[in-house]
């Protein structure tokens, strides 16, 4: 059990000398990037997590760039989730679709506080309300294609109706 220790501790100590290269810089947070998450990167190269995050939290330079890959990937986490939304023929059930955007909403909210977790901003109608016009636009795109294609009796001029009768709630929807 001590050698397990005191390998793991050297490990750490070489992880430190190597992370403030230039090299083990980018290398760092080229894993954290990638996965987003420093306890993965931790499992990945056998480091305790604790230690590290103590580490990377007393180097100002790594600590800001590590922030900075996170509100990165915070943001390509929203671009996924808008993506997941949109998706019809990939999930067709939008409740799963739902769930999966929501929960990139919700790291991207702990990753990037300043864009997506503003005090007073609830998260959850915000992302009600990008799940609504995600799904007002894709319905746009679809009559728009009807248009194009001649099809279902729409003319061009009809497209805008169609908008207007999207953006209103249906008669049935109980809204």
């Known amino acids: 059990?001590?050698?397990?220790?005191?390998?793991?501790?050297?490990?750490?100590?070489?992880?430190?000398?190597?992370?403030?290269?230039?090299?083990?810089?980018?290398?760092?947070?080229?894993?954290?990037?990638?996965?987003g998450d420093l306890d993965e990167v931790c499992r990945e190269m056998d480091l305790p997590r604790v230690r590290v995050l103590a580490f990377v939290?007393?180097?100002a330079e790594l600590s800001e760039a590590a922030k900075a890959v996170l509100e990165l990937k915070a943001h390509q986490m929203v671009a996924?989730?808008?993506?997941?939304?949109?998706?019809?023929e990939?999930?067709?059930d939008a409740s799963s679709r739902r769930v999966r955007a929501d929960y990139r909403l919700k790291?991207?909210?702990k990753w990037a506080k300043g864009m997506y977790g503003a005090k007073g901003v609830d998260v959850g109608a915000m992302a009600e309300g990008i799940t609504e016009a995600l799904q007002r636009i894709s319905e746009r795109r679809r009559r728009e294609k009807l248009v194009?294609?001649?099809?279902?009796?729409v003319a061009p001029g009809d497209v805008g109706v169609?908008?207007?009768?999207?953006?209103?709630p249906s008669e049935g929807s109980g809204s």
Request: glycine residues 16%; negative net charge; without cysteine.
């Open 57 to 59: 939290a007393s180097q």
């Open 148 to 153: 194009e294609q001649g099809a279902g009796g």
């Open 107 to 109: 790291v991207a909210e």
């Open 90 to 92: 990939g999930d067709p």
């Open 1 to 35: 059990m001590g050698e397990v220790r005191n390998d793991r501790l050297a490990r750490l100590i070489g992880w430190q000398r190597f992370v403030l290269t230039p090299e083990g810089k980018s290398e760092f947070l080229q894993r954290l990037g990638e996965s």
């Open 162 to 168: 169609g908008e207007r009768l999207l953006a209103a």
């Open 80 to 88: 996924e989730g808008l993506e997941i939304v949109d998706d019809r």
